[in-house]
């Protein structure tokens, strides 16, 4: 039975004290309740498919879906049935975009500027890589003693914030432009739904990958090809 009222969940023993961040793997295979954190999640889908609701919300996850949540955000996840949703997270205190001092308050509009913009975003083909390998540094440099280790975090993880913001500020009519595609390729399957469809081929049509095809029709229709 789904929650009504979101669980919340605290950030005691997160956090080191003189190193406000964790970064950690996650895995589920069924569902996540409702919740809210104290503190602020970066969470970056590796692999597997499923859903989440962020506020009310729904939207499918894929390899490459980044959601962003503060501490006002609630969420819930469910993976779809065979499927095992694998995550790397970092989470973070919030007051890091609060303290003049901090190496992210210059990027305090992300948690603090249109509450009403998108929580997450879909990096598809090489983009999914390229932000996996932030990931991963971040994830070697965490759990290893370095000169460089804390400075090394914030640059990364302002980094990924960065890549986030711009990724969901894409003009209006890049993502229509975006939306219009898709649904011409749902139109063409529905046309040619009797003939036996090959997947690449129908993406080519459409001058874009079997990858990237796929990625958007998942993220607005929830489906594959």
């Known amino acids: 039975m789904m929650r009504d009222t979101p669980a919340l969940i605290k950030s005691t023993g997160c956090f080191e004290k003189d190193f406000p961040f964790f970064i950690s793997r996650d895995r589920i295979d069924g569902y996540v309740e409702l919740h809210q954190h104290d503190f602020v999640e970066i969470e ?11 506020n009310g919300l729904a939207h499918p996850l894929s390899a490459g879906n ?6 006002w ?3 819930d996840l469910q993976a779809d049935p065979g499927e095992a949703l694998c995550f790397f997270k970092i989470n973070m205190d919030i007051e890091l975009f609060m303290v003049n001092t901090s190496p992210l308050y210059k990027l305090r509009k992300i948690p603090f500027g249109e ?3 998108f929580s997450h975003v879909l990096f598809c083909d090489e983009r999914y890589e390229e932000i996996l390998s932030l990931f991963r540094r971040l994830e070697e440099e965490f759990d290893r003693e370095s000169p460089y280790r804390e400075m090394l975090f914030y640059v990364k993880v302002a980094e990924i914030l960065m890549e986030f913001d711009l990724a969901r ?20 399957i529905h046309q040619n739904y009797s003939r036996e469809l090959d997947g690449p081929k129908t993406a080519a049509t459409f001058r874009c990958s079997y990858e990237r095809m796929n990625a ?10």
């Open 216 to 225: 958007l029709l998942r993220e607005h229709t929830g489906m594959d090809f």
């Open 115 to 117: 509450v009403s913009r």
């Open 73 to 75: 955000d609630c969420h």
């Open 169 to 188: 500020s894409a003009p209006v009519s890049e993502r229509q432009d975006e939306a219009d595609s898709v649904w011409k390729v749902v139109s063409f």
């Open 66 to 71: 980044l959601t962003v949540l503060f501490p």
């Open 44 to 54: 970056y889908t590796v692999s597997g498919r499923g859903s989440e609701r962020v």
